[in-house]
């Protein structure tokens, strides 16, 4: 690849027709998703853990703090529409990744010395106590997730939008598989390095040695995770966005505001049915997200270093899922069916999760993740595909704000239900795999609810409804 595919700063010429993106540049876009993927590990994988597990601080306490950067969601609208609209640095989608990445990246470490100081407290009262500086940290601790939460909207929405304007219809599918590949091989990157650089703290050692391997995780992980944002896509967008061929006939930067692609997306009664699914689909699948490292702690007795690999074992599934499914499953089911058979594959993981439970056997619990993991890859795969047909081009960074929405507001129920259906559970049964086991098996309902949704969605219908939407946009633009 030639040097000034990475220097060149200016936009594309709007009579200029944009190579085709190849193999090795969609390699490079995925570091930006494996980035995201590392970074996920760090606030979900390993903080939760130190929260709940080394500092005694509630389980719903650190979930709800964890789940505001996922409240924030709404954001992503926004910053999609505004991505569309109004460029920065002369880019429509790099100079919001870039600006976005440099934010998340300084707030995560930010959150952790302010969970230090409720460890604090925790410590110095000998138990967790609701007292006017627990309710001040933890409000604090809950700011800053969610400024990081509207910095990572400012970031992914765009890319996610950006990864639309560099591809063509026949490409298309096959740079998303690359990109969704290397966000789960981010996160089994973060879980190998969590394991290695935490693997020296032992698990009864002071808190003074666990918060120093931390804080450098904490500096050395997200100045990487930056480091790959910029080398996955200086350059891309100037040398393959077909953005200015698409949308100079509409002028969209001045026709297309919030308010109009807006009404393009809640024209379409199969967007709120598809929102709908995401919703159901994205929740049963991430509840365990906040409890599943206590789960391998307190069930199965490992220690930290050993709950940290667990997200492995899940994410290296995935990778495999993904990396087959849309070359061998949806050819031969379709999108639909093969969602469909991700969901039912993902009902039964929770089952079989929780009945490891019973035999304290970890590697059937890590054999088991690792089947979790495929159906959760093959249910991905084609929630995915049909999300590309369910994006109008013409406001490609709305439509996939929207989808990130229903997803981003998915992933933070699924943290703090999880959380607080484990308090429950504690409550009421003394028996942990029980109590753990209430947050797993509400998952398996939840998938099959989501299949009821499934059955719903028409992507023809979608089609011709956002066809005439856009339309109509248009012409009251020319009335």
């Known amino acids: 690849m030639a040097i000034g595919d990475f220097s060149d700063s200016q936009p594309p010429s709007p009579t200029s027709k ?12 995925g570091l930006f998703q494996m980035g995201l993927g590392i970074m996920s590990i760090l606030t979900l994988g390993i903080l939760n853990r130190v929260m709940i597990g080394e500092l005694g601080i509630p389980a719903t306490v650190a979930a709800g703090a ?106 298309r599918s096959k740079l998303v598989g690359i990109v969704w590949s290397m966000l789960m091989v981010g996160i089994v990157t973060g879980a190998i390095i969590g ?37 996955a896509t200086v350059g891309v967008e100037k040398k393959y966005s077909l953005y200015t061929s698409r949308t100079t006939l509409i002028e969209r930067e001045d ?34 997200e906040a409890v599943l490292e206590p789960y391998g702690a307190e069930v199965f007795g490992m220690p930290i270093s050993e709950t940290t690999k667990l997200n492995a ?37 929770f089952v079989i999760i929780i009945l490891s439970g019973f035999s304290q056997n970890q590697k059937l619990f890590q054999g088991v993740l690792f089947l979790f993991g495929l159906a959760s890859g093959v249910t991905t795969t084609g929630a995915i595909s049909l999300m590309l047909d369910l994006t109008a081009a013409e406001t ?56 009821w949704l499934l059955r719903r969605v028409n992507v023809k219908e979608f089609q011709s409804n956002a066809r005439n939407a856009i339309a109509s946009v248009l012409e009251s633009e020319l009335d």
């Open 18 to 29: 944009p190579s085709p993106i190849n193999l090795l540049t969609m390699f490079r876009l």
């Open 66 to 171: 964890l789940a505001m950067h996922q409240f924030v969601a709404p954001a992503r609208v926004w910053f999609g529409q505004r991505s569309d609209a109004k460029p920065i640095f002369g880019y429509h989608r790099t100079g919001y990744v870039w600006i976005g990445a440099t934010l998340f990246t300084i707030a995560s470490f930010l959150a952790v010395q302010v969970m230090w100081q409720l460890g604090s407290l925790v410590r110095s009262t000998g138990g967790w106590a609701w007292t006017t500086e627990t309710y001040g940290w933890t409000a604090l601790m809950a700011l800053i997730f969610a400024l990081y939460g509207i910095a990572l909207s400012a970031s992914s929405t765009p890319f996610t939008a950006l990864l639309v304007d560099v591809s063509e219809e026949e490409n």
């Open 195 to 231: 394991s290695v650089l935490l693997k020296q703290v032992a698990t009864d050692a002071p808190i003074e040695a666990l918060q120093a391997s931390i804080n450098r995780l904490f500096v050395m992980v997200p100045a990487t995770v930056l480091g790959l944002t910029f080398l």
């Open 255 to 288: 026709s297309i505001t919030l308010g109009k692609a807006l009404r393009v997306l809640t024209a379409n009664r199969q967007t709120g049915i598809f929102f709908t699914f995401l919703l159901v689909m994205t929740i049963s699948l991430f509840m365990q």
């Open 313 to 349: 074992f899940w994410g290296m599934g995935v990778l495999v899922a993904l990396s087959t499914t849309g070359f061998l499953i949806v050819p031969r089911l379709g999108k639909q069916k093969t969602t469909k058979l991700g969901c039912l594959l993902v009902a039964a993981s």
């Open 396 to 451: 490609a960074g709305t439509f996939i704000g929207a989808w990130g929405l229903s997803q981003a507001m998915a992933r933070a129920l699924a943290t703090i239900t999880g959380g607080a259906v484990l308090d429950i559970g504690k409550s009421l049964f003394t028996n942990l795999v029980f109590a753990y086991g209430l947050v797993f098996g509400l998952q398996a309902v939840g998938m099959l609810l989501a299949i």
